[in-house]
């Protein structure tokens, strides 16, 4: 199931987009779409500030008190990738979107022209996204882990404790191999930097890179010792570009 978040202060403008939704929902069967309308900002950040996490955002950006790209920006703080579109009347805030690393700009009025491309790009990034899982082998059984679920892998006791976006820890159980080797398949992911000889860091998950140390959502603060700063500041800022030119950002107007 898709989980949409849809957020505009029009009570109009919501039931139009829903039922553009809807209608993709028929000619698209095999795609389950649940929506969760929002009148205001300041009601989906409270949301976000509760965890509550969402496949995909739409937002308006010219709403009262707290605006879409303010939103947005409350949305970044917890979820890097998750995608954004916006949905406006004017192309005057493009770059205001593209600083919050926006998946689309979409201008109103919303028909399946313009929005039913939109969604297919949507789809086939999360069906891409699920077909991405890591084997955990713990102590009692198998536990298969999205990739972009996972925030930080550190190896302790011959162990590997995989911290989660959710908040949650998974152990495996003992190693008879290396770390690299354990988690080699993870470490060919774009996402991923072996950031020190005991934690491997989800890129996507960052929340500040500063003088040797990456600052995850969570809070989880990991090293850089001074030999690898210089390589990991250059990966993570060439994600940050390949983040930006593959697909997450996109401010065509449809």
Known sequence: MIKIALCDDTPLCRKQIKGV??????????????????????KLLESINADERYDIYFLDIMMPNTDGITVAQGIRKKYRDVPVV???????????????????????PIHRDNLFPVLDRLVILRKNEEGNVFSVFTPSRIITLPYFSIM?????????????????????????????????????????IWAHKSFIVNMAHVREFNFRVFIMKNGMEIPIPRNKFTSAKRTYLN?????????LVNLNPV
């Open 152 to 192: 930080v892998i550190e190896y302790y006791r011959r162990a590997l404790l995989f911290h989660l976006d959710s908040g949650k820890t998974v152990e495996s159980k003992a190693i008879r191999i290396t770390f690299g080797a354990a988690v080699s398949e993870l470490l060919n992911d774009s996402r991923f």
């Open 21 to 42: 939704i809807y209608e993709y929902q028929t000619v698209r069967p095999d795609v389950e779409i649940k929506i969760y309308s929002y009148d205001s900002g300041d």
């Open 86 to 108: 916006f949905l406006t009347q004017t192309k005057s805030y493009a770059l205001e979107a593209f600083g919050v690393l926006a998946f689309q700009y979409l201008l109103k």
């Open 239 to 247: 994600f940050l570009v390949e983040e930006t030119n593959t697909g």
